[in-house]
């Protein structure tokens, strides 16, 4: 990055105190959320203007002055809650460091990501990852039986009009919201938390919403992703998981059951699917269900650990593959943008995807996780459940769609390459004694 002229420090405090200020009033005003305050904030003091010091690209200068009056200007009493993330999170500095020289520069977030990790090569063409916006819980809290799905979240197919079904996701998560209003809490992040039994009567309750409110089956329009909670479900001394209340499966139960749905439901994606220490049927499940969906990873790993780096995420050292993708939080798996970036380049070695996720730190949603996601070449962007006034991380991916096919520099995804369907080797006979087991248990 080139160096940055600034004024003396008195007026440099001047400005950042004036808008700060701005711009706390202006998101109590209009009741938004910490998260819309301090992308605001963040934007407000890294305007070009008239200051005086050096920011680099260079991440060894991350606890540079400029580093320091940021994070000063934050830790007042007045952003307390603020405060845990830029003392919490080194990343989160190196991050805002990153951010100011873009905004210096009068360019989007992702392009001055791009070239920095291109080695000052700025990409052609940019892909957007497909935004999954969080939508229902059934775990352990929910009220009902069913403990399996941590969060289901619903993306546009990638043939999709991408841009009008993207704008159309907070609009479904309010319609189930309304629909099942007297039923429904929710989690601390928004999700919303369902009395179910089967899996299946989540995927229907989205598929009849969206068919009654948006007059289109969804099969043509939207898939899932699927969080799973197997990891809190496993008994190890049983080799059981308690999917529901009084429902236990075996991990070959779990790889059927995972099956069935992909061949019937537009699923692509499964996170966690079989708990960490039931290491046979990982493997088992990938060699299955990896050609037909992305068997995702959340188990991070720190960017140090060399075991890990070139391969596919995921925390076992044995050369079975058990995934190709990660569920990618870089302040959990990075400490500055350099090490992203070196992060990111060796896990794509072995051919895996990423899904982003937008709340980082103190489950804050932020918006940059967009940019961020764009130039780390996400697949998936997990998006927040939204607020009532809608979601910030869904805006700024709309406004980045619409700069890039201005300038005809976007690049769309045709498809996953998936096989169309899973063969039909599950024995309906199969199917039908599970069933049949389920109802026993019951």
Same mark, same amino acid.
Do not use: H, R
């Given at each position: 990055m080139q160096d940055i002229e600034l004024d003396d420090q008195d007026k440099l405090d001047e400005k950042l105190n004036f808008f700060i200020q701005e711009a706390l009033e202006r998101s109590m005003i209009q009741e938004r959320c910490l998260s819309t305050t301090v992308s605001t904030v963040v934007e407000a003091i890294s305007e070009p203007s008239s200051t005086k010091? /050096?920011?680099t690209t260079k991440d060894s200068q991350d606890s540079d002055t400029t *580093?320091?009056? =940021?994070?000063?200007?934050?830790? /007042?009493e007045e952003n307390e809650m603020f405060k845990t993330e830029l003392t919490r999170s080194t990343f989160f500095? *190196?991050?805002?460091? +990153? $951010?100011t020289s873009s905004c210096v520069k009068n360019e989007s977030f992702y392009k001055t990501l791009d070239r920095y990790f291109n080695k000052g090569k700025q990409s &052609? @063409? $940019?892909?957007?990852?497909?935004? #999954? +916006?969080? +939508? &229902?819980?059934?775990? &352990? *809290? *929910?009220?009902?039986?069913? @403990?399996l799905f941590k969060n289901v979240m619903l993306l546009p197919k990638p043939n999709a009009d991408i841009k009008k079904t993207s704008i159309l996701l907070s609009a479904i998560y309010h319609h189930i919201e309304d629909s099942i209003k007297s039923q429904v809490s929710k989690t601390s992040n928004g999700l919303l938390l369902l009395s179910m039994e089967r899996g299946e009567q989540v995927f229907d309750l =989205?598929?009849?919403?969206?068919k009654n409110h948006l007059q289109v089956e969804? @099969?043509?329009t939207f898939d899932m992703i699927l969080d799973i909670s197997a990891d809190d479900l496993y008994d190890e001394e049983k080799k059981k998981y308690e999917v529901s209340m009084g429902v236990q499966k075996t991990g070959y139960d779990l790889v059927a059951m995972y099956k069935h749905w992909i061949e019937v439901y537009p699923i692509v994606g499964l996170i966690d699917p079989i708990a960490v220490k039931d290491d046979s049927n990982q493997g088992a499940l990938y060699s299955e269900l990896s050609d037909y969906c992305f068997i995702m990873t959340s188990r991070h790993v720190t960017s140090n650990d060399q075991t890990i780096l070139g391969s596919t995420g995921d925390m076992t050292t044995q050369n079975v593959k058990h995934s190709n993708g990660m569920v990618l939080q870089p302040e959990a798996c990075c400490q500055t943008i350099t090490e992203l970036n070196q992060f990111v380049a060796n896990t794509k070695e072995g051919g895996d995807v990423f899904l982003m996720t937008d709340d980082w730190c103190s489950a804050q949603t932020i918006p940059l996780a967009v940019d961020m996601s764009i130039a780390c070449g996400s697949k998936f962007l997990q &998006?927040?459940?939204? /607020? #009532?006034?809608? /979601?910030?991380?869904?805006t700024r991916w709309i406004d980045i769609?619409?700069?890039l096919e201005k300038e005809n520099t976007i690049a769309y995804l045709d498809s996953y390459g998936f096989k169309e369907r899973v063969e039909e080797n599950i024995l309906e006979g199969d199917l039908e004694q599970e069933n049949q087991n389920d109802g026993e248990q019951r």
């Open positions: 010091e /050096s920011v *580093s320091s009056v =940021i994070v000063e200007k934050f830790v /007042s500095v *190196s991050l805002l460091v +990153m $951010y &052609i @063409n $940019y892909q957007l990852p497909l935004p #999954a +916006m969080s +939508m &229902i819980c059934c775990d &352990i *809290s *929910s009220p009902g039986k069913l @403990n =989205i598929a009849t919403t969206v969804w @099969n043509d &998006i927040a459940s939204p /607020s #009532a006034w809608g /979601s910030t991380s869904i769609c619409t700069e």
